[in-house]
């Protein structure tokens, strides 16, 4: 999850992995937003703080035989975001 100064989106996340040939996959959108909820909306509480995580995170590749090379790949993507957007 980036900050939300970073300016750092789920798009921008996911189009830097990809470019790498990472497969990170979407962070989660918060269920309240689903079709099937929507029909309750009167009813649910929409939760600002899921639906802002939701657009600034990815869920990073986990696997059970994950080498330490394919581990640095992934940091590095991640590195050169937190440089490019100052996120530090």
Known sequence: VFSKK???KSKILYEEFKKENIDARVFFVPLSSTPPI???KKTYYKNKNSFS???RSI???SYHNMTEKDIDR?????F???KKYKCI
């Open 38 to 40: 929507q029909k309750y």
């Open 53 to 55: 995580i939701a657009s």
């Open 74 to 78: 992934v940091c590095e993507v991640i």
């Open 80 to 82: 050169k975001l937190v």
């Open 59 to 61: 869920n990073l590749p």
């Open 6 to 8: 970073s300016k750092v």
